[in-house]
């Protein structure tokens, strides 16, 4: 994982509570068993997606800060029973025999992604889900992009190429329209570097419940982040 990232943009980003339960909706369904979060950050993520029934959520974290705030909410319970941390990177995990891996927002932060992928495809079970959710389009790539260490963004096409054969794809699809629209009218005119709090909550209170609609209108084809979930076969 990109070394120069400092996670800085996690603490803005924990207020978009609607950009989280949407995406929740999408990948849900397809979390079951023992789960590994990978780059789980400071748990807000995990906050959100684990409130199913799970053996086991392994909260895998490379930055000792941000694991220590993981920890923090176990602690305080504001997490599951069942989560635990675990420091290091999926290279450095012993885990196997996991049901889910999912990379929320993660994946564009690793390097070498496409061993990445082949290292998660080691640790699922048969019938394992492999789960990405990633910043869509390299040519929304920006500024921001680069200051918190990420390497590229991904189309659907891109992201296949880099999963490898032994999986098969049960969903691919772009989400948020209209924060698409936004972050390319941010681009091209404002040229903004650092969202701030205010942007953020206009952004998750207002453009993500359109794109909760118009996504659908649109039948997934376009949309500032992408989604794909694979199933090991």
Request: aromatic residues 10%.
């Amino acid at each position: 994982m990109n070394n120069q990232y400092l996670g800085t943009e996690l603490d803005i980003f924990a207020y978009a509570k609607n950009w989280k339960t949407y995406y929740a909706s999408i990948i849900t369904p397809y979390l079951n068993g023992r789960v590994l979060e990978v780059g789980a950050g400071i748990g807000t993520t995990t906050k959100t997606l684990s409130q199913g029934k799970y053996d086991q959520w392994i909260c895998l974290e490379p930055d000792t800060f941000l694991l220590q705030k993981i920890e923090e909410l176990i602690s305080r319970n504001e997490l599951p029973s069942f989560c635990k941390s675990e420091l290091g990177t999926l290279s450095d995990s012993d885990e196997i025999f996991l049901n889910t891996i999912i990379y929320i927002d993660v994946l564009e932060h690793i390097k070498n992604d496409k061993l990445e992928l082949l290292n998660a495809l080691d640790k699922l079970t048969s019938g394992g889900n492999l789960i990405v959710l990633a910043p869509a389009h390299q040519w929304l790539y920006s500024e921001f992009d680069q200051k918190i260490g990420h390497y590229r963004r991904y189309t659907k096409r891109s992201l296949i190429s880099v999963v490898p054969r032994s999986f098969k794809c049960i969903k691919l699809i772009y989400i948020d329209s209209v924060g698409m629209l936004a972050s390319m009218a941010n681009k091209i005119l404002l040229k903004t570097v650092n969202p701030s709090l205010k942007q953020i909550l206009f952004w998750d209170k207002v453009l993500i419940p359109l794109s909760r609609i118009i996504d659908r209108l649109l039948f997934f084809t376009i949309g500032k982040s992408v989604i794909g979930i694979w199933e090991k076969i």
